[in-house]
């Protein structure tokens, strides 16, 4: 109990809230960008209001696309609710606003996931209850927090990366570099097979270190040009969307949380106007110490044992999820169990083919679905190499055969994927009949082993 109670209070030592606030401030403009971006580009209507099938997650099949304009306005509403975050109006509120309507999207339809997206739906869910006001004194626990989450994507990205593809055999650097050797300067060199190699090893080392040399005052700075370098470059090389800019912006929480403050004060500095708060009794060099500044006072509350248990909880969770693909036989980057949400940034290229054999047992006719003429081709494609959407499919054909007066029929797939520069091979095994398959948290004896 004493031990507990003094962690508390440790965690609610006051600490300055102005990097909270930047935070909470860039991430809202982020959001409120990629928004537009979103509409700009005819995403809603291409990802959303086109297509007659999405394929659900999980637990998650009641979330469906909004009818009408409905999308469309839930965007306006995600992109306002994004305006008053990044602005500090009602912060908490336009938080959770914003985690409900931008997660609500992300449910729709599995084809759509990526990393980011749910780094974003779980930095908002910690924005709902972390203080973000510039002008008020934080907990300590919530500047952790966030430096946690964000370590934390670094770090399972970083030892996702220790695997034999990834360090011995450079894929998928090998292959994406290769088709870039026409890129400005750096092209000849990313055309030879070495380069990979260095890379891969480099991309591992750094999302290993990073979080931890952002820590240090000493290895700070050349760590966050090189996180600045590092984020610009895959920016540049690869169609990974806002994520540099993300994660670009969410490292500035590992500096010390006064840092806008100071940022500020040397401005007006230089360019000769007052600073608020200037007094020549303290050191203007000096960082404000409890006492000694408004920003930060002697004592706060200490955390209450709820608060404690609901962030034990919540970075059990972000633990946990990364490492359950161990409790799956197999290779988890071919059979993607457990893949989703662990991090896994830019760990594999696969490609894939599928098509469906559906049989009906009273008349023994076979009928051959190719998918992609339904499916948009961003679906099409995500489908092919992801064991769960492709019996979501299958049970999607089955339920449209028998809305035809064709029920109980037998969904069969003959897939095919080339995974990492090795020759394509059966994912799943053609025998299974997919109609009688449920989804679930178990393993999924049907997914054919990885070629080796």
């Given at each position: ?207 290993l270190t990073v979080p931890f040399l952002l820590l240090h005052p000493r ?121 989703r949400y662990a991090w896994h940034v830019m760990l594999v290229e696969k ?102």
């Amino acid at each position: 109990m004493h031990a507990s109670s003094g962690l508390r209070r440790a965690l609610a030592r006051p600490v300055d809230g102005a990097a909270l606030a930047a935070f909470r401030a860039l991430f809202g403009a982020l959001l409120l960008i990629g928004s537009v971006r979103f509409a700009a580009r005819g995403w809603i209507a291409s990802m959303y209001v086109d297509p007659g099938y999405h394929f659900p997650y999980w637990g998650f099949a009641w979330v469906r696309p909004w009818p009408g304009p409905g999308m469309y306005l839930h965007f306006v509403a995600l992109a306002l609710a994004a305006l008053a975050l990044a602005l500090g109006l009602r912060p908490r509120l336009a938080a959770l606003a914003c985690f409900l309507l931008f997660t609500h999207v992300e449910l729709i339809d599995k084809a759509a996931y990526l990393n980011h997206y749910y780094f974003v739906s779980v930095v908002l869910l910690l924005l709902i209850f972390v203080p973000t006001r510039g002008d008020r004194p934080a907990p300590a626990w919530a500047l952790y927090a966030l430096r946690l989450q964000v370590g934390l994507v670094y770090c399972f990205a970083g030892l996702a990366k220790l695997r034999g593809d990834w360090l011995l055999r450079a894929q998928p650097l090998k292959t994406w570099l290769a088709a870039h050797a026409d890129f400005p300067l750096l092209g000849p060199l990313f055309a030879r097979p070495e380069t990979a190699t260095i890379m891969s090893w480099a991309g591992a080392a750094f999302d290993l270190t990073v979080p931890f040399l952002l820590l240090h005052p000493r290895t700070r700075p050349p760590a966050f040009a090189a996180l600045l370098g590092f984020h610009a470059l895959t920016g540049m090389l690869f169609p990974i969307g806002m994520f540099p800019w993300l994660m670009s912006a969410s490292a500035l929480i590992f500096f010390p949380p006064d840092w806008p403050r100071r940022l500020r004060a040397r401005l007006l500095r230089a360019l000769g106007r007052p600073v608020p708060g200037d007094s020549p009794h303290v050191p203007k060099d000096r960082p404000p110490v409890p006492g000694d500044s408004p920003h930060v006072p002697k004592d706060m509350p200490p955390l209450s044992r709820a608060g404690l248990a609901a962030l034990t909880l919540h970075f059990a969770v972000q633990i946990a999820l990364p490492l359950r693909h161990h409790l799956y036989p197999g290779d988890h980057a071919w059979s993607e169990e457990g893949y989703r949400y662990a991090w896994h940034v830019m760990l594999v290229e696969k490609t894939g083919t599928v098509s469906y054999r559906v049989r009906d047992p009273a008349s023994g006719r076979v009928f051959v679905v190719h998918p992609e003429d339904a499916l948009t081709a961003q679906q099409a494609a995500q489908m092919a190499i992801a064991p769960d959407m492709i019996l979501d499919y299958a049970h999607h054909l089955a339920a449209q055969f028998a809305a035809r007066g064709l029920p109980g029929v037998e969904v069969r797939a003959d897939a095919f994927v080339a995974f990492n520069g090795r020759a394509s091979a059966r994912l799943i095994d053609p025998a299974i009949d997919l109609a009688r398959e449920r989804d679930g948290l178990r393993s999924r004896p049907w997914i054919l082993p990885a070629p080796p």
